[in-house]
């Protein structure tokens, strides 16, 4: 793959310089440049866009790992004030993956034989959409329907279209696009190997582009719950239906793509959450030793305690099996007398030091840190994530009388067996630890046995949702939405509690101003959503909501 990724993002890159360079009236240059690459194979720019699909270095570290992940209390960390870094997706979007799709669609269109074209056309809708649920879930309101029209119509200052319209458009290019994929159209060109996610298979495309229609229908439950259980319910009564197994999930790994390198430290280091911790622990995750590592209570520590006299520091049970694990509080001043153990060592002597908060798994996020070898692969919409949606939906009644394929509870087992395989692929991947050799199968039964885990018919939508939660580690914005839209994990739960947060935690992030040439449209955009322009701080994020967040729930007050 890798010779394949670089042979095509090579030569997409140059086709996509007049795309980004467009901002001016006079293409006439263009046609008698003879630098300049002038009809582009369409599988070069294919293969640009989705290369550009996966989070950057940038996103991991200054919103994933800096802000949404201490939010959704997945890590203990440092705070830190949000910076003009955050929201790279947006000029990601706009820059990397919009144009060239665009331009693949302008290109069959203008083809004598467009009709053998189509599929491949209707892909690019998929990953268009992918890419812009991620840039709308922070920003609201975004350019779309007349984005990128500066290279064809001279048109400069696109207008934000309100984020129901953009559901309501992308649901109806998913649907095409499903249709398309599914017809029988004759011979039809395809991307064959430039299409690094599927290869051509239109099939595994339409898998994908259901599972996108579920991520929009939870995003869209609480603004109209009537749509949000039709999209369910089409999904699930389509033919080939969203994505059933590793196969068709979407995965991306580059030998060359190190997203984070050795940043993964940058300003301070992370740290397991308390609550996780002691969550998985419990019921026998096997997950844990994939998100972190172990601290420094392993080997002959407890001779050394004995020999000097000293006892561990009260939260930690010198008895627990799992004592290499330990987590730190999310907002360290309301846990000071644990918090200290992150910055500071357990000093028993001065030749014994034990580190006792464990620090996240650095080698699982950055596989090439200090010159290790190991592969990045980013699983960027799975199996697991699929039927926790489908067990969520049929647990709260959304199914009707539609055949589901399984009960909730059935498809709450597939979810937490997938996503634990999953993320041991990943491990192995990264060449860290791993939670089992082989399929995991006995690792995985025992863990669908534990009271904990099973659900018991009391309360199954919290345990939905916590299993949900758990998957979405390494997918911080999908993580983000979900505490954002349920209000889970709960402040006075006693299954899985969010523990007290007393930052203000922000709903949205912000564009910059974009300047004279579409202020205006910028600005009535901010005041059609209640937003206030130019504001960075947190307070101020914190208060403002884009329009499908408008009825949720505060952070950790879900019902």
Known sequence: MKTRINRYIGLAALLALPALS???????????????????????????SANSIPPTGGEWIWESLEQTMRFTQHTSASPYEITGNVNSRYNRYYTQIL????????????????????????????LDVYAGIRVTDLNGSIPYSEAMLARYEDKFNPVFDPQQQLFNTWLGHLDNAIATLAGNQ?????????????????TRWIKLANTLKLRMAVRLERQDNALAQQIFQQVMSDPVGPIDGEDS?????????????????????RFAAREMVNF???????????????????????????????SLPAFIDPADPLIRFQGG??????APEIATYI????????????????????????????????????V???????????????????????????????????????????????????????AFDGDGAAEIAAYLADPDVALNGSDDLERIYIQQYLAFFLLPNEAYVFCRRTGYPRNTSTYYRMEPFNEPIPRRFWINDPGEVNRENWMSAYEDQGFTPRAVDAQTLSEERVWYDKPAPDFGEGQ
């Not at 650095?362 to 840190?369: A, E, I, N, Q």
């Open 380 to 434: 960027l919409v799975s199996h697991a994530e699929t039927c926790f949606y489908i067990a969520e939906f049929i647990t709260k009644g959304y199914a009707g009388g539609l055949n589901t394929g399984g009960t909730a509870e059935d498809w709450y087992k597939k979810g937490i067996a997938s996503s634990i395989q999953t993320m041991n692929q990943i491990a192995a991947a990264a060449q860290s630890e791993t």
């Open 186 to 202: 004759g011979d039809q060109e395809s991307y064959g190997n430039a299409d690094i996610f599927y290869q051509g298979d239109w």
């Open 343 to 378: 910055s500071n060592p357990f000093t028993v002597s001065q030749y014994s030091r034990y580190f006792l908060i464990s620090p996240i798994n650095r080698s699982l996020l950055s596989p090439k840190l200090n010159g290790a070898t190991g592969n990045s692969l980013q």
């Open 99 to 126: 144009p060239n799709l665009l331009e693949i669609r302008a290109r069959i269109d203008q083809r004598t034989d467009a009709e053998r074209y189509q599929k491949m056309k209707a892909v690019t809708y998929i």
């Open 280 to 310: 998985m622990k419990r019921t026998g995750d096997p997950r844990i030793a994939i998100y972190f590592d172990a601290n420094d209570l392993v080997g002959p520590y407890a001779d050394t305690l004995a020999k000097y006299g000293t």
């Open 22 to 48: 467009s901002c001016t009236k006079d293409f006439g240059d263009i046609n008698t440049d003879p630098r300049l690459v002038t009809e582009p194979d369409v599988k070069f720019l294919f293969t640009y």
């Open 329 to 334: 509080p999310p907002d360290w001043t309301v």
């Open 249 to 269: 999930e979407l995965r991306y790994l580059n030998p060359d793509q190190n997203p984070i390198g050795n940043d993964v430290d940058y300003r301070s280091r």
